[in-house]
Each structure stands twice: as structure tokens, then as C-alpha cells.
């Protein structure tokens, strides 16, 4: 097999000054770690977990009130496998360890509103709601929802929270009234942190008759703080304070923190809820802090001082991983709006004028800037050492147009996880080289395969992404999943003792890794399995293509593949394109990859974190109902979808 070439290789020096390398050193000093390379020292981290967790809390700085007895348990049964026993701590204060003059938060919002907090400020702000908390009678076990934009506020909001040993959920403020109850009334908050509106492409949107709907139906609330950014708080709200309220009537409280387990609740995270109500994914705080440490610090090569930015909301997983950029002691950079308004680069130009360090965003995000061919000034891009891709897989076109027009010599880092872990299984590696497709490697501590139906490994071929041992970052469970059946059911029902994550994935003869897919998403014409990334790379390369969506449709028994393209605003799917399309799939693909049927769309589902809702679209085209359409930011077009059955059928 060919080797590819790289785009980007670290030179020596670069990689002698990279945290990774530091750990490196630190390991073999201390730990009985004799390799050179990363591949060595991956596969000392998870043959060896215990030694290279501990390794990973000393070196990365954690802070507890108590030591662990013992780093993991003999037994090491995944799932179940106790870290850090005996352990005391609380994530809050391990995000508020910083320097007092030093800069914690810059918050910007599309309206061109900035602010910023030193961690001085953001410590006495979060003591002032963790006493309003408490007056509250909010307590450890309690839970906490944030139906809030990415602001300074949700960060003090959840930090208080975590403060004191309480459980905090969040969703963006575009949520229906229906998709909120469907997170929220599981969990049952006694607090419910919100805002009057948001800003969004340019417009005003106000949820205040939202927000009272919301509240009117969870009983168990005692409390609702509302954040003002449009100058339209509801002074009528039963139960309603105005976030400025509650920081003035505690000026100043002190600052404590309820010390925890290490696999005590800290954050409730919720499933995409495409197929019925979301479950409900509980994760811990000791799991997460020492995750997020690793893969900031080590993978991202995130340093004290440095800026941090991913376009998120708080309805991700990224926001939960963004903020945690605290505790490596650096800036995080909070954006609310839309990620491309007025155009694609906007946002790009924006953030990189506050000297961001990393930046982050979807894969969607990046094609959009090649489409608008946005070419970074060198200026802008100085402070740049790493730039982070997730939400679906990265194309090779997206990885050369980054090195050619918005930096050539820094770290580009597809990764590759998910809300189920509150983090990635494989990502971005500073000291190793890019190439175009890959993300670089398995993380550190992630025993990472590819395996076949059988349960066998598989070396350079496509199969499924498993992780094969245990790790501090899996879920405690979901919550009210007393027996743990559900949990079990949806990562290890397939291969016992093992997660299989549902990625349809390869192993390169480079240590790296491709994602071709969900697995669930996946294509099987003529019993050949095609992952549905490996046509979506080929239509965009089709300039007259905005994006597309491609399922399989059961026809007899077999099944053939269906294509529908958004066009570019003024193009209209002509025979010639559709001939242009098949010709590139054909050739840049394989003629098995050739859908059958090609077909324009005004639009196409998508989730709230932004992803390309394949299966509810193949559930359309079937005439297969929906279990939950509140998960979709634009549920009306999958209405177009069945009305295309007549032309998809036979």
C-alpha cells in the first residue's frame, strides 16, 4: 500500500517544546516508560491505565482535597470500572485556579457586544450565585438546566453548580417548548438558569412566552434566573430573578466548594432524540476534568494563557469541552450567533482578532469558508498553533485548503468522540504529521480498534470503531436507567465488554484514522457496505452543490442509494449535473458508490449540534414515522421527504 504524504510534519524543535513531549519525558522519569514515539507510548497508556491516569492527574495539575487511595480497580470491568477511589474534589475549583489579573472568559456576540472577566471575576460571580443557589436549598445530587446562549453567564451558571456538588444540564435557547420538556422534565431541575432572547443571522428572537410555557410544566422548580440580552425580561415570571439581581444581592459571598467522589454526577448530556426523547447521558466529574486535561493539554497542546475558542452552543457536547479550557488555565472565547453571518468568514475574522490560539468548529464550518475561498492574511493568523475540526468527518479538500489558505505551518486537528463520552476517541496529535483525511491517532488511554462483525481486529480496512478497555471519561450511566439496561443496550449489547460507538471507521497504514460514517447510516447496495462520508467528500467537489443528504432505500432485497442535493442559490439540478455528479462519485469513488436516484431539495434536516439528520430522512423515504422532530432545528423539511415516495418507490 502507497504511503501518503503528509501536509504538515512538526519540525524537531516544534516538537521538543510541545506539552506532549514534556509528558513524554515525565512518564519515562516516573513511570517506567521506555518508548520514543507516540505509537510507544499509546500503547504503554492502555496497557498500563493505571500508571498513565495517575500520570495524567500529577502532570496535568489536578486539584483535590483528598488523594486517591488507588488509581483503578482489579476487576477493571467495563462497564463499572471504579477510578480514583477515595478521591476527593470538585470540578469548579479546578476551573478557577487562575491568576486573579489573568483573563478567564471573552464573551462576543453576533450583535458586536464583547465583554471579559479576569478569574478574579469569575470567582466572585460564581460565589454570588453559588449563594443564591444555596439559598435556594440547592444542594449535592441536585440538578441544574441552563436553557442558554454561550455567554459569560452559563459558564458562572454551571461553574456554581458544580460548586456545589449539584448536576447541571443545558440546551441552546432555540429549543421548542417540546424539545426542552423532552430534556428537562426527565431530570426533574430545581433551578432553571435562561434568558429573554438571543441575536441569530442578523435578528432579534425573544423566548420570554417559551420560557413561562417551560416552566409552567416542571413542577419541581424553585427557582428561574433569567439572563437579559434584549432588554425584554419577563418581570412577571413566577419565581423569575434577573441574573444581575442575584450577582448584586450576594456581592460578596465567599467562595466554597463541596468536595465529591470522583465518579460523583457533574454534567447530564442528552442523545441527538432523532428517534424518540433523548437519553439522558450522566457524566462524571472526576472522568471528565482528567479527560478534557488530557486531550487540552497534551492533544491540543493547550497552555496557560492561551485562547481558546470552538463555535458551539450549549446544546453540544463542545461547549461542556470548551469551558473546561479553565482548567488548563487559559482564555476561553464565547461566541453567540450564527456561525456564517454575514458570511462564512466573519466569524473566522472576528474571533482571530482577539489572538486566539485554537480555534474550532464544524467540518460544515471550514467547507464553507473553501466554498467563499477565504484566504487568512498571515496577520490574522500569527497567535494560530492548532485549528480543531469535529461533527462529521473532515474532507481531504477541506484539509489542502486549509494549509494553502489559512495556514501552512500549524496543527490541523480533525477529532472524532461525542456527547456518549463528553470527548473524542481519536484526534489531533501536535507532534505528528497531518495528512489529508485523517484524524492522527487514538488518544492517549483509549485502547481504540477497528473491528469486524466477528469481533476480530481489522488492520486497514473499514469496519467498527470500538474502544476495548475501560476509560475514566465513560458515562456513569443514564439517568433514571436504574438496572443500567439501557446503557448496557447502547454501547456494549454487541461486543460484551467492549463499546462499540457506532462509527462505521479504518486504520491507515499511518497510525491515523478515517470515520466513513454512522454505522447506522451506513449503505449496503449489493452487500457492500459504504459509508456515507465517502460520497459526501465527492459532491463537494461540485461547485454547483450546496449539500446533500444520502440514505439507502430498501427496494425487493436489496438496497439502492438515493441522493438529494441542496444547489447553490440561482442553480437548479440539471441532467448535465446530475451526470457530473455520478461521474465524480464514479471516478473518485467507486461505480458502487453511484446513487441511484439523484434528487434536489430545498432542504435538508439537520440536528441541533448542526449534523446532517440522515436517519430520520431514510425513515421518510420508508414512510416510517418520526419519534421525535424537536431534535431537528428545521423539522418542516422532512415533509418533503414523504412526499417524495411515489418517486423513490420501485
Request: a negative charge; hydrophobic letters at 40%; charged letters at 20%.
Amino acid at each position: 500500500m502507497t504511503k501518503a504524504t503528509p501536509l504538515w510534519v512538526p519540525t524537531e524543535a516544534q516538537r521538543a517544546e510541545t506539552l506532549m513531549a514534556g509528558f513524554t519525558d515525565y512518564v519515562r522519569e516516573h513511570s517506567g516508560f521506555e518508548g520514543t514515539d507516540y505509537r510507544a507510548l499509546h500503547q504503554w497508556s492502555v496497557d498500563s491505565k493505571a500508571d498513565f491516569w495517575r500520570s495524567i492527574w500529577h502532570y496535568c495539575g489536578v486539584v483535590s482535597a483528598q488523594p486517591p487511595t488507588q488509581t483503578l480497580d482489579h476487576e477493571q470491568a467495563f462497564p463499572g470500572a471504579q477510578w480514583f477511589a477515595g478521591a476527593r474534589l470538585n470540578f469548579a475549583e479546578n476551573c478557577l485556579k487562575g491568576g486573579s489579573d489573568q483573563l478567564a472568559i471573552i464573551e462576543l456576540l453576533e450583535n458586536g457586544r464583547r465583554c471579559q472577566l479576569t478569574f478574579a471575576e469569575l470567582r466572585q460571580r460564581v460565589a454570588s450565585v453559588r449563594s443564591f443557589l444555596v439559598a435556594h436549598g440547592v444542594g449535592k445530587g441536585d440538578t441544574v438546566a441552563g436553557m442558554m446562549p454561550n455567554i459569560s453567564d452559563t459558564v458562572v451558571a454551571m461553574l456554581a453548580t458544580a460548586s456545589v456538588g449539584a448536576v447541571w444540564s443545558s440546551c441552546s435557547p432555540d429549543f421548542g417548548t417540546e424539545g426542552a420538556l423532552d430534556r428537562f422534565g426527565q431530570i426533574n431541575p430545581v433551578v432553571l438558569f435562561t434568558c429573554d432572547g438571543y441575536y441569530y443571522s442578523g435578528k432579534r428572537f425573544s423566548i420570554g412566552a417559551r420560557v413561562r410555557q417551560i416552566v409552567d410544566q416542571l413542577p419541581s422548580l424553585k427557582a428561574v434566573v433569567v439572563s437579559d440580552l434584549l432588554g425584554e425580561i419577563d418581570s412577571g415570571l413566577e419565581q423569575g430573578h434577573a441574573f444581575t439581581d442575584v450577582l448584586d444581592a450576594f456581592p460578596d459571598a465567599p467562595l466554597e466548594y463541596t468536595q465529591v467522589d470522583f465518579h460523583h454526577p457533574l454534567y447530564i448530556l442528552y442523545s441527538s432524540g432523532t428517534t424518540g426523547k433523548p437519553k439522558c447521558i450522566v457524566h462524571s466529574v472526576g472522568g471528565t476534568l482528567l479527560q478534557h486535561l488530557k486531550e487540552h493539554q497534551l492533544h491540543s497542546d493547550l497552555r496557560a494563557g492561551d485562547r481558546l475558542f470552538f463555535y458551539t452552543t450549549c446544546g453540544w457536547m463542545m461547549w461542556n469541552w470548551l469551558v473546561s479550557g479553565l482548567a488548563s488555565n487559559a482564555t476561553v472565547v464565547l461566541y453567540d450567533g450564527a456561525p456564517i453571518y454575514p458570511t462564512a468568514s466573519a466569524l473566522f475574522e472576528r474571533i482571530m482578532s482577539e489572538s486566539v490560539t485554537a480555534f474550532g468548529a464544524s467540518a460544515r464550518f471550514i467547507a464553507a469558508l473553501q466554498q467563499e475561498e477565504f484566504v487568512a492574511r498571515p496577520e490574522q493568523v500569527d497567535t494560530l498553533r492548532i485549528m480543531l475540526s469535529t461533527g462529521s468527518p473532515l474532507a481531504h479538500e477541506s484539509f489542502e485548503y486549509v494549509y494553502r489558505s489559512i495556514k501552512s505551518d500549524f496543527c490541523l486537528a480533525s477529532i472524532c468522540g461525542g456527547t456518549d463520552i463528553v470527548s473524542s476517541f481519536v484526534l489531533g496529535n501536535p507532534t505528528l504529521p497531518v495528512y489529508a483525511g485523517q484524524i492522527q491517532c487514538a488518544g492517549l488511554g483509549m485502547d481504540v480498534q477497528v473491528w469486524d462483525d466477528t469481533g476480530a481486529r481489522l488492520q486497514h480496512q473499514k469496519g467498527e470503531l470500538v474502544c476495548a478497555s475501560p476509560f475514566p471519561s465513560a458515562p456513569i450511566g443514564f439517568w433514571n436507567d436504574v438496572d443500567g439496561t439501557r446503557y448496557h443496550e447502547a454501547y456494549f449489547a454487541r461486543f460484551p465488554g467492549v463499546w462499540a460507538h457506532g462509527d462505521f471507521a479504518e486504520e491507515t497504514p499511518e497510525g491515523g484514522f478515517i470515520i466513513h460514517g454512522r454505522s447506522d447510516a451506513v449503505l449496503n447496495p449489493g452487500g457492500v457496505r459504504i459509508g456515507t462520508a465517502e460520497i459526501y467528500r465527492q459532491v463537494e467537489m461540485i461547485p454547483e452543490v450546496l449539500e446533500s443528504v444520502c440514505v439507502g432505500q430498501v427496494v425487493g432485497d436489496d438496497v439502492r442509494v438515493i441522493l438529494f442535493v441542496v444547489m447553490q442559490p440561482g442553480q437548479v439540478l440539471t441532467e448535465a449535473i446530475v451526470t457530473k455528479i455520478k461521474t465524480q462519485i464514479r471516478q473518485g469513488a467507486s461505480p458502487r458508490h453511484v446513487p441511484a436516484v439523484i434528487q434536489a431539495m430545498p432542504d435538508i434536516p439537520k440536528t441541533r449540534s448542526g449534523k446532517i439528520a440522515e436517519i430520520p430522512v431514510r425513515k421518510a423515504i420508508h414512510g416510517e414515522p418520526i419519534g421525535n422532530t424537536e431534535a431537528l432545528t428545521n423539522p418542516e423539511a422532512l415533509t418533503l421527504f414523504y412526499r417524495c415516495l411515489d418517486t423513490h418507490s420501485g
